[in-house]
C-alpha cells in the first residue's frame, strides 16, 4: 500500500455526531474530502441538511440523520440501521457537545446534568453501540473529542472540565478492552476555535485577549488546522495509535 492511501478514507462510512454546525461541520466535510461516506447526525436537521447539501455539491457522499445522543437507546437503533444499509460502519466522531458557562458555587444541578448527559454519557453510549458494530467486523475507528478542558481548568467551566476530563480516561478504558478486536480509540483536543459556542467568549474583549496572549502559534485555529489530526486518526495510518490524545492548540499547553 502506498503511504499516501493510508490516510485515504475511500468505501468507509463514518459518523459525526453534532455534525450542524461548528467543528463538527467542518469534521463532516473533511471527512467526506478524504473520501468517506458521512452520515451528519444532530437534532438540528436544517442545518444538518445544509452540511450535506454541500457535501455532495462538492462530490462527496452525505446524509443527514436526526440524532439526539441524550436519547441513548435510540443512538444504538440508528447506528446499526447506518451498518444495515451501507454494510458498515467505521469511523465514529464523537463530536456532540455542550457547554453553559457558570461560577463553580452557582451551577445548578439542571444544568450539570444537560452538559454531562451531552458530553460524557451521551457520548459514552454512542461510543458503546458503534463498539458493538465495529467489534463484529473487526475494525473501526473511534475518535472522541476532548478540550484543552481535558488537561487544564478554565474559570466558569467546572463542569464541562470535568466530562473532557472524563472523555481522556473513558478513551483510554475504552481503547484497552476494544483492543483485541482491532478498534483504535483516540481523542482530539482542540484549544481554541471560533465556533457558535465559543463566540460569546471572542465577544468579551478581555476574554478574547486573555486566549489570544495563550497562543504561541499567535492565532486562533480554524477548523482546516485540525483536519489533518482528524483524517489520520481515523484512516489506516493511525492503526496502532491508541488510547491517546491529540491536542491541537496552537502549542497552548505546551507554554
Known sequence: MNILDKYSLAGKVAVVTGASQGLGRG?????????????????NMEGLRSVAEEIVAKGGGAEPIALDVTRYEETGKIFETIKNKHGSLDILVNNAGAEETADFVDVTPSQYDRIMDVNLKGAFFAA????????????????????????????????????KGGIVQM????????????????????????????????????????????????????VEDLLGAVIFLCGDASDYLTGQILYVDGGWLAS
Request: hydrophobic residues 40%.
Open 128 to 163: 458503546q453501540a458503534a463498539a458493538r458494530i465495529m467489534a463484529a467486523q473487526k475494525k473501526g475507528k473511534i475518535l472522541n473529542i476532548g478540550s484543552l478542558g481535558s488537561a487544564v481548568g478554565l474559570a466558569q467551566s467546572s463542569v464541562y472540565c470535568g466530562t
Open 171 to 222: 478513551t483510554r478504558t475504552m481503547a484497552i478492552e476494544l483492543a483485541p478486536s482491532n478498534i483504535q480509540v483516540n481523542a482530539l483536543g482542540p484549544g481554541y476555535f471560533r465556533t457558535p459556542m465559543t463566540e460569546p467568549f471572542f465577544q468579551d474583549p478581555a476574554h478574547r485577549k486573555w486566549i489570544e496572549e495563550r497562543i504561541p502559534a499567535g492565532r486562533v485555529g480554524t
Open 27 to 43: 469534521y463532516a466535510a473533511g471527512l467526506a474530502e478524504a473520501g468517506a461516506h458521512v452520515m451528519c447526525c444532530a437534532r
